[in-house]
């Protein structure tokens, strides 16, 4: 019989900013100049060839017959439980937006969040969904209109040339300004015993 865990995984991004009614029009900053630069979805489906409890690597081999090896994590409950021929099904979403500043509404630097982690409960195979935020702001070194390009550099040295595909997006933006991005990946995955387990 197969144990089967559908995991539903939303990844939602919100950048929103809030200007008093009070303020006159001429008085209010500009909106923030952003958008979206990469975003993607890729589902994977492998069978698990061998379990090694001690090191916490599973191999695997992929629909095409590729064959790759991941190291489980220990937030990963009943790996125990995993066997060669279980079938394994992870989702990963991805995402990198970035947002334009000017001095002082942000500051240069990296941070990083890890949501929840959502594991089975005992006796279930292992399932469960997780993710992580990295928000990395720099300092606008360069702006080609042409290429429609921004180029920062971060405060640990770490230089990016973001493509910007509406090139009003550009428009107000300076050499000096901060650009923040945030990368975005979210995890979904869930084990199918093999037939006959």
């Known amino acids: 019989m197969k144990a089967r865990v559908a995991l539903p995984l939303g ?3 919100a950048i929103a900013a809030a200007v008093p009614a009070a303020v ?7 909106p923030a100049k952003g958008g ?6 890729t589902k994977l489906t492998a069978t698990v060839v061998r379990v090694d409890m001690k090191t916490r690597n ?6 095409t017959g ?3 090896t991941i190291n489980v994590s220990e937030a990963v409950k009943n790996l125990d439980q995993v066997r060669p021929g279980d079938v394994v099904n992870a989702t990963l979403t991805e995402s990198i937006v970035y947002e334009v500043k000017k001095p002082g509404q942000a500051v240069p630097g990296t941070t990083a969040k890890k949501p929840d982690v959502s594991i089975s409960k005992p006796g279930e195979p292992p399932k469960g969904a997780g993710g992580k935020v990295t928000t ?8 080609d209109e042409k290429a429609q390009t921004i180029r920062s550099k971060a ?16 428009v107000g933006v300076k050499v000096g300004d901060l650009v923040e991005i945030t990368y975005t990946e979210a995890l979904a995955f869930s084990v199918e015993r093999s037939p006959g387990k």
């Not at 006159?24 to 500009?30: D, I, T």
């Not at 979206?36 to 979805?41: K, R």
């Open 11 to 13: 990844l939602v991004i």
């Open 24 to 30: 006159p029009a001429a008085a209010q900053p500009a």
């Open 36 to 41: 979206v630069v990469e975003t993607g979805t």
């Open 58 to 63: 599973v191999d695997l081999k992929d629909e």
């Open 66 to 68: 590729k064959a790759f």
């Open 136 to 143: 990395k702001t720099g300092t606008v070194i360069a702006l």
């Open 155 to 170: 405060a640990d040295g770490e230089t990016r040339t973001i493509g910007v595909n509406d090139p009003s997006r550009l």
